[in-house]
Each structure stands twice: as C-alpha cells, then as structure tokens.
C-alpha cells in the first residue's frame, strides 16, 4: 500500500514537471511548421463545419497568431463563402506582416460542402448551418490584390502536405 501511495505522487509529479518544462515539443510548434489552412470564422461556425485538417483563428485573433509562425509559411485562410470577406481581409494584414505565401480560398466552407465528394474534399462537423446549402456563386472576376486559390488547388496543397490522402 505504502509502495503504490509512493509510486502515484512520483507518477504525478513527474506528469507535472513534464507537462511545465520548456522544449522543443511545446510552444515551438507553430515557428516551424510550414503549411496552414485556417478557417477565420467564429469559433461556433468552425464547430459545424469546417475544412477537415483547418485550424480555427477567428478573424479578430490573426494578427496576434501569425506573430508566433514563421513569415515563409504558407498560409490559406477560408471563411463561409464567396459573399464572406474575412479570409480576405485577413490574407491583407498577413501580407502588410511580412508573410509573402498567402492565399484567400474565397469559395469557403459553402463550396467544400457543396462539392459533395467527401473522400476528396473531406469536412469535419455536424454541418447543419443554413448557408453551408445557399447558393454560393463566384461573383464577377474583380482585382482585390489578394491571392485566390480555388479548391483544388487547395486540395492539392493539403495533399503535398500531408494533409489528406490523395484520391483518384
């Protein structure tokens, strides 16, 4: 009894040391990785409905994320669809950070949904949200100065990645 009493606070302690030591494993993860799909949308919409694999930086935090990755990361920011601009503007503010690899996937959540080929466009989620089925047409070509990707491209990316397996 004495003996497992012993054993279990060495096994805490020793969790807890662990778990607050500085290291390479934690904290600078996100400097050296290379390649990020992040959806820009609040945290709610991210949890019905999200590109499988993405990360969820709601609009209003980019700034302050993009502070702790490396500026030659390639970065896709998505939002809801081609109406949301957030994934946009945000692509913007990475561009005036230094970061020269950014893409905006304007076609969104809606068009992944809408593709309907969730081998090759995988999402994670409920996707219960009303917009997810709302027409989602690609407005008129217009120069926002910001760099587009469309989704195969994406899915391209997340393949090389290693993000998705890829599909024929």
């Known amino acids: 009894m004495q003996i497992n009493k012993k054993c279990t606070i060495f096994t805490a302690v020793l969790i807890f040391v662990v778990m607050t030591l500085p290291g390479c494993w934690s904290g600078n993860e996100s400097k050296s990785k290379s390649f990020y799909v992040i959806n820009v949308l609040d ?4 949890d019905d409905c999200r590109i499988a694999g993405s990360i969820n930086v709601p609009f ?6 993009a502070q702790g990755i490396n500026k030659d990361a390639e970065i896709v920011l998505y939002c809801a669809n081609y109406m949301c601009t957030s994934s946009g503007q945000a692509a913007v503010q990475l561009g ?8 905006a996937y304007e076609g ?3 068009e992944w949904y809408q593709m309907k080929d969730q081998t090759r466009y995988p999402l994670e989620g409920a996707c219960k949200a009303s917009y997810l089925n709302a027409p989602n047409n690609k407005p008129e070509e217009h120069d926002t100065g910001v760099p587009v990707i ?7 990316k997340m393949v090389a990645h290693g993000m998705l397996a890829k599909q024929k």
């Open 43 to 46: 945290k709610a919409n991210f």
């Open 60 to 65: 209003e935090e980019i700034t302050k994320f």
């Open 96 to 103: 005036q950070m230094g970061f020269t690899k950014v893409w």
């Open 108 to 110: 969104g959540t809606a």
């Open 150 to 156: 469309c989704a195969q491209e994406l899915y391209e």
